[in-house]
Each structure stands twice: as structure tokens, then as C-alpha cells.
């Protein structure tokens, strides 16, 4: 048994630990193939005779001997110009990481261009705030909105910090003058609680049934508040709705044996908590509910202070539904089990004796992030213009060794258009992988197993619709006990599901226009949705004027109220913005969403650098998602790149070693420093190794493909390329006698 492969004492996040592993993994099996090919081997071959083979769930000291082991580069900087696709989160800060780089070591300069599509000159990609006028609060986040204070966000509350973003508060008496300025934390409410009562009070709407308070609250009153059984039509699993718990509160305790399992891993010095997560990442969460519990797992408890079991699995459609139903949008549970399990140890549920986690969002909208970032890029390159916007990419070539041509808006066969061709020492592509899919890649570097997971990784749809409204007839206009004075959300199964309530407009009067973010919706919900958003949205706003009075109404409301309400709300209706991620053809999905095997089999070769083009973003980031994974990615990128431009020459190793020892600096307060949690630089020296292997043996197959010799003359040819790339990185086998 080898040493315990997850630790929930760890200050690295569970999730980070799990990617850790499937990097490591990513590593042996692209590693262990190269090896056997310089033998003569075939290489799924699954013998372990071979020496210079990795085996077990750790890795060997990297065999890039050129990296000197002290001493600094001499000499003229080496000039490294480096084009970056997007100017997105990941693309932004890779610019600033550059831009620290340059003045934190003497070897290499670094110089870069930021393309971007966008024609509006709008930077940020995901992070787009629409503002409705210059009034204050008057916008929405049609992308990230809201950031957890929290261990794993640490890089980029110390971007904020960088960016001069402090915290403050909104003014309490309403007066916009005396708000903080635009870009500080405010605090983000995810649950509107009542002033007078002190406890929460939102409204559920399910099955045409109304309800106001707490889920808890509410089922305490009855075990099936919305009537899903009373027509004896669904068939919930009536061992639960006893329970009188909500959905989420049930779902916690069936995840806790396995989380305690990973939490018991350290103490026992067992991977019993590893191999039972690793044996469900096949599985998506609406398979595991219908099988069986598994018998490497103890029976799940009730939550304190209740005592006694959790019904167990396999439960059946319905319950499976309703579980869905109130914990995410329709088909959610399609992406992986495990995913679930890790989401909920990263930020669901602090470790015991924690604080409750902070949330906050930007005043002025998440854009802030991007506009600051911008700036800074701008000021620090001495460009005031330094993102090229209408720059759409459209082709990447990987000419040699440190040659990537990118074709911007078609080329220069298409200059009459505008088109042109540039030349660069590397490519940091930070879009979203369906943008990357349109680009012409036939001739990048890329494996089969990253062409295969910028084809079909998983991107979650999503869409935002925000109503401005004359008044915030939330906030003043609601009957006592049902008004929303604090921010929180709407829960339902109509096709809004999700409202959202602003936390940056709850002190404003009832004299100003105010926007309610209406609908938040994932998955089918927002496919569905997605179709009523085009040029002529007439359909599309009654939809949502009405499903607002049917949230909105209070219990077994008469006739006489839903008409009121129905008049104060369209009355109120002044304008709306609606956004479907899928059809923003910069994007081309909402955030990356990961199915069964998708992070096990993919994920880890995805982030090895594909010669001289690296893939950055969220979804080149255990933390899919979330900003900090964009930011992540951007470091690991760099390093992992910096790491294969060491195999170039003993001169490109010694500076490269300057530019890892700035990166592998740990600088809590230095958000552009320290290899993700998931990394260190020994992995990242083996990801160094493996794009050069990526490149070297491209670049051959161009001169003579291998496509196009007989079966043994093509296995001699992969035998003696991979034998000479071993004999370049400083290994000694049998090998190298052939």
C-alpha cells in the first residue's frame, strides 16, 4: 500500500488533490507510451520490465537533466514573444503574470499581443456585466457574479487585492453618493432573511403550489408541502419526505460516508476513500441514486442534531426527479458522481470548526475584475490599447520549434479583409474549447486525446434574462411576509426556476428603477429558455411576467391578488436583457461540465503543453467554473511551457530555470506566483518533457509522415524517435543501443 493519496488535514483542497492524482496519471500513461515505443515496444503494451518506467501513484524526479540545479542564466535576455488568443480571465492575467515575470528576473523578456474577437471592444469573455444606463446599480452579471471567501479562492482575492479592490458596504440609508466606489467586495446574500422574523423567507414554487420561508421551515408544516404525491401520479420515495428535510440537506448526508471515507484516509494511512471515488467516476449522479449502496460505504446518517438513519438507494425516477428538481436544473445529475462529491468538500461545506464561508460580489458588476485588469495591463506594457479587439483567430501552425503562425481574421490570403498572419514563440489559447473546435488546429500539435476532449468535454448551457423595473416592487410592494429585502433567491420548477435577488440594490428606495435578475437558468432549462431569445422577444417577456407572478404569489392566493400582483409587476416592467451562453459565438457554452470519465481520462492530458500551443481556462483547471480556475490555469500554462523550452539547449535551460524559480515562489499575497495547488515543479518539468516529445515527434512526422510507410518501417521509425528524444533529455537504456 502506498502512501495515502488524499488528506482532508491538507491545506490543498480535496478537489486539487484529486486533480493531482489524474495529472500524475496523465503523466505515467503519456510517458510509459514513449518508453515502450523507444523499445520496440507497442505502446499499450502493459508489461513493467522496462526501467525507465513510471509506475505506481508517484512520480520519479523528471528527466530534464538541463535544468541546473543552482546558478543563473548569463548573457542577453532571451527575447520570447508570445500571442495570446482571448481576453478573457485567463487571458488578462496571463498578460499580468508576464508582466511580472519581466521585472522579477534578468534572462528572459517577454513580449505579447492580446487577440481578442470581441468587436465591442469589451474585455472579460465570461466575466460581462450589461448595464442598463450609467445610473447607478443599474446592471446585472451576465456571467460570474458572486465569489466565496475561501482557502481555494485565495489567488483571486489576492488579485483583488492587487487591483486595489477592497471590501466596503453599501450605504444603509439608500444614498448612492455614499456607496464605496466602483469594483469594492460588498457582501452577496444567498438567503434573504426576514429583518423582523430574523429567519429566512423566500418563495418555492413547485407543482403550482406556493409556499414562503425555508425549506425546512416549510416541511415542517407538512411532509409533502407541494403536494407531489396527492394525485398518486409520482411515486417519491415517502421514506424521505418523512424525513421533513429538503433535498440538499438529504443529499449532504448520503455524500458524508464517502467524504468521511477520504477524511479517514490520512489517519488510517489506507487510499480506501481514492479507490471508492475513483470507482464511481464512471457513473453520473442519477446513476449512482439508482444503485444500490455500494457495501464499501457505511450506512449515511441523519445531519445533527437528528439522529437515525438515511433511507438508502436505489430509489426510483421520481425521487431521483425531485432530488434534481430542487438542487440543480433538469439533467444536472448528468455530469459525473464524483464531480458532485468534490464540489461539495471544495465549498458546500466548510471543515468542522470553520467559520461559515463569506460571499461577495463586485459593485458595478464581476466586469470590474476585467476592466482593472485591462488597465493594469495597459499601464504596465505602456500600451493604452494593448487588447487588439475585432482579432478573431482562425488558424494556429505550429511552423518549428518555437514558431506558431496564427491566422487573424483569415489570414493574409484574406488582407484585403482585413486578414493577416503573425509569427510567434508560443501560443496561450484561453478560450473556451468550442472557439478553440472553430479554429483551423490541423496543424497544431495536438494529441488525439486533446483533440478529443476540445471535441467533446462537457459545457454546460446556461442563460440570464434581467427585467429593469421602474421601482423594486420586491423590496416595497410585497404583503408583510413574503417581501425580499435582502437579497437570497426564488426557487421553482417554472421555467425561470432560479430569481435571483441583487444584493448590491437592497437599501435602494422605491423612487428608483431597479433590476432583478429573473431567471438564472442551467442545462435543458436553459436550452428551452434559449429558444424564446432573439430579435423578437415579445413571447419571451409575458413568459416572464407571468412565471414572476406565479413565484410571487402568496399561499392559495384568490383571483383578485394574482391580479394585482400581475398589474404591479407589469406595470413596473420598463426593459430586459436576455443572454444564452450557447449562442454567444465567442464562448460557445456557459462553463465546462465534466461527465463520467471525462476528468479521470482527459483532463490530465489535456493541460500537457501540445508543443508550442498551450491550452489555459477553466476548463484547463480542476475548478471549472470559477475564476480561479482561469487564473490557475494561466500559471500552470507557463510553467509547463518555460518547463519544455528547457529541453531546447543548456542556454534555454538556465534562463528557463529563472523564470520557474519566480513561478515556484509561494507568496500568498502575490496572486501572479506559486504553482496551483495541483502542481509542483517537478510535474511541471514532466509536463516539460512530454511537449517536447509532442513537438519533436510532430515536427518529424512532417518531414516524413508516418502515415505513409509500411507497418515495420513505421515501427522502426517511432522506435528511433523515440529513443533519440529519451537520449536528448539524458536517459541511458537499451534502447539507446538500436
Known sequence: MGPPLLDISSPVSIRAQWARQHAIYGIKEEWNKLVRLAHGRRPDDEGLDLPELIEGDTLDEAPLKMIPKDGTAGGDLLAINVGIVGAGAAGLFSALVLEYLNTAQTSVKFTYDILEANMTKRSGGRLYTHNFSQQPHDYYDVGAMRFPKHAVMNRTFSLFTDLGMDFGSLDPNGDWANDPPLGTLIPYYLTNIDPTSGLPQEPWRFNNVNNWGSYSSIATENEDPWAFTADK??????????????????????????????????????????????????????????????????????????????????????????????????????????????????????????????????????????????????????????????????????????????????????????????????????????????????????????????????????????????????????????????????????????????????????????????????????????????????????????????????????????????????????SHFAWDWYKEPNAAGAFAFFRPFQFSEMWGKMIIPAGDVVVMGEHASPHHAWVVGALESAVHGIAAWCSMTATNNAVYAAAMKDVLDVLTNTDPNNPYVGLPPYMDLNMELWHGCLGAAVRQGMLEDRQEPLGRLTPNDRAGAEKQRAAALLTKLGIEGDFAKA
Not at 457495501?295 to 425521487?319: C, F, H, I, K
Not at 488525439?448 to 448551457?461: I, K
Open 233 to 574: 401520479t409520482i411515486q417519491i420515495d415517502t421514506r424521505l419526505l418523512a424525513l421533513k428535510l429538503s433535498p440538499g440537506d438529504i443529499m449532504t448526508a448520503l455524500l458524508e460516508p464517502l467524504r468521511q471515507q477520504l477524511r479517514d484516509d490520512i489517519k488510517n494511512q489506507t487510499n480506501t476513500g481514492w479507490q471508492t471515488l475513483m470507482s464511481f467516476d464512471t457513473m453520473t449522479m442519477t446513476q449512482f441514486l439508482s444503485s444500490a449502496w455500494p457495501a464499501s460505504l457505511p450506512q449515511p446518517t441523519l445531519p445533527p442534531p437528528r439522529t437515525g438513519d438515511v433511507p438508502l438507494p436505489p430509489y426510483n425516477y421520481d425521487t431521483i426527479q425531485w432530488f434534481e428538481t430542487f438542487n440543480g436544473g433538469t439533467n444536472w445529475y448528468d455530469q459525473a458522481f464524483s464531480e458532485i462529491v468534490l464540489e461539495s468538500l471544495d465549498f458546500d461545506f466548510p471543515k468542522p470548526g470553520d467559520p461559515d464561508i463569506e460571499w461577495y460580489c463586485i459593485l458595478g458588476g464581476a466586469q470590474q475584475l476585467a476592466t482593472k485588469m485591462e488597465a493594469k495591463v495597459n499601464a504596465l506594457s505602456g500600451n493604452p490599447s494593448k487588447v487588439e479587439y475585432s482579432s478573431q483567430v482562425t488558424a494556429l501552425v505550429q511552423v518549428d520549434a518555437m514558431k506558431v503562425n496564427v491566422d487573424i481574421n483569415g489570414g493574409e490570403s484574406k488582407s484585403a479583409y482585413g486578414g493577416e498572419t503573425r509569427s510567434y514563440s508560443c501560443v496561450f489559447n484561453t478560450t473556451a474549447l468550442g472557439c478553440l473546435e472553430h479554429m483551423d488546429t490541423t496543424a497544431v500539435l495536438f494529441n488525439s486525446a486533446t483533440r478529443q476532449a476540445v471535441r467533446s468535454l462537457g459545457y454546460g448551457p446556461s442563460c440570464k434574462v434581467a427585467i429593469k423595473f421602474t421601482r423594486p416592487w420586491w423590496i416595497h410592494d410585497l404583503p408583510t411576509g413574503t417581501a425580499v429585502k435582502r437579497g437570497g433567491l426564488g426557487h421553482s420548477d417554472l421555467n425561470i426556476r432560479t430569481c435571483v435577488y441583487p444584493s448590491y440594490n437592497i437599501y435602494d428606495p422605491d423612487s428608483v428603477t431597479a433590476v432583478l435578475l429573473c431567471t438564472y437558468t442551467w442545462q435543458q432549462d436553459a436550452e428551452r429558455l434559449g429558444s424564446l431569445m432573439g430579435d423578437d422577444e415579445t413571447q419571451l417577456r409575458t413568459l416572464l411576467i407571468a412565471d414572476l407572478v406565479r413565484l410571487h404569489a402568496p399561499s392559495n392566493a384568490t383571483p383578485k391578488q394574482l391580479e394585482d400582483l400581475y398589474l404591479l409587476i407589469d406595470g413596473s416592467y420598463d
